[in-house]
């Protein structure tokens, strides 16, 4: 309940104004966001970078309705991406088609990704697209298909919720297409297309690692990055890798910022590819509001800060 209030608060604009207008919210959502600027950004990647983590960037915007909005996100992707060579930082980017035009035009939507995936291939630096809600999906596979015929620098994200998704992952790795970074998932979807149950969302999620790692899909290609600080999740995974042989430095395990950061030294520790996923910028206030609803302890650490604690 409070985590589909939470969800659905998201798309207010008023609550956004509330939220983002008051400096105790602010203070609250720095734990999940590395700053507003890029040079925050930046400087947040070099610290990851320094404890031995991988970094995947993120420039804060979503559902983007105007032609010029779309194109300053695809203005500061490149400039991220020249800062990110400039000062030798180990990141990639991963960015949301709807930030890029989806919802302005597809093809000028894919014309900005393809861009944006090109400068990165001369960077040598990797573009993930970020899953969106489940009215997404489709065209994001499509888009994302299309680049990867062309482009071996781009992958994409399977959310482990969609019933759909075990047919997904199957199809990405016959296709020899399947470089993705699995999820439980982070929108509100109805039981009809999703799981509800945490166990049966988390089974799922194993289940489809499991598919990722079998020698065949591997032959064919399949890379995985299992996106979750769950250990009921990641040690069970990380043991199945294990008994496969599967080399420690061709999969990975990523974290969002600010989340579990002991864990996330310890993993490095025990010898695991790690990735940050660091998120910048203005635009904080929907991946805020689902970081809220993943779990109530934020939220009364939010309502505390609120209070003035
Ligand atoms: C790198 C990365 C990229 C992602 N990209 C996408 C995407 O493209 N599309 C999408 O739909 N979803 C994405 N997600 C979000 C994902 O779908 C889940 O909503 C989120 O990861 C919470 O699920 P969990 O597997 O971590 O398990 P949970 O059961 O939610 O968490 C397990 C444990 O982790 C800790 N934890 C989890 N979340 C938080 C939090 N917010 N604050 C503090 N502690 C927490 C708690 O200790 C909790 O007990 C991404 C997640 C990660 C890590």
């Keep these: 309940m409070l985590r ?3 969800i659905a608060l998201s798309h207010s604009s008023r609550a956004q104004r509330f939220v983002t207008g008051f400096g105790p919210a602010r203070r609250v959502a720095r734990r999940f966001v590395a700053g ?3 040079q925050e950004a930046l400087d947040a990647i070099r610290k990851l970078n320094d404890m031995g983590m991988l970094v995947t960037v993120d420039f804060l915007g979503e559902h983007v309705e105007e032609r010029g909005a779309a194109l300053a996100n695809v203005q500061e ?3 991220v991406l020249a800062d990110i060579t400039a000062n030798a930082l180990k990141s990639g980017i991963s960015l949301k088609l709807s930030a890029m035009g989806l ?6 939507c894919y014309e900005n990704v393809r861009q944006i995936v090109a400068v990165a291939k001369r960077e040598g630096r990797f573009v993930r697209i970020d899953m969106e809600e489940s009215a997404l999906v489709d065209v994001t596979l499509e888009l994302y298909r299309r680049l990867r015929a062309e482009f071996d620098n781009v992958g994409a994200v399977i959310q482990a919720y969609l019933h759909r998704s075990r047919d997904d992952v199957a199809a990405l790795i016959e296709e020899g297409a399947a470089d993705l970074r699995l999820v439980k998932g982070a929108y509100d979807e109805p039981a009809e297309i999703a799981w509800q149950d945490r166990d049966a969302i988390r089974h799922e999620l194993i289940e489809l690692c499991k598919m990722m790692l079998a020698a065949d899909a591997r032959r064919r290609g399949a890379r995985l990055a299992l996106g979750s600080h769950d250990d ?3 040690n069970v995974v990380a043991r199945y890798a294990a008994q496969q042989g599967v080399d420690p430095a061709s999969w990975e395990i990523q974290f969002l910022y600010g989340i579990r950061r002991d864990e996330q030294r310890r993993l490095v520790r025990a010898g ?6 660091v998120p910048y910028g203005h635009s904080w206030y929907p991946y805020f509001m689902r970081r809220l609803a993943e779990r109530p302890a934020n939220l009364l650490f939010f309502l505390r ?3 003035g604690e």
Aim: no cysteine.
């Design 4 to 6: 589909h209030t939470l």
């Design 36 to 38: 507003e600027t890029r």
């Design 77 to 79: 992707y490149q400039e």
């Design 103 to 108: 919802h302005v035009d597809k093809e000028f």
């Design 232 to 234: 009921a999740v990641y």
């Design 272 to 277: 695991h590819r790690m990735r940050i996923y």
């Design 305 to 307: 800060a609120l209070a």
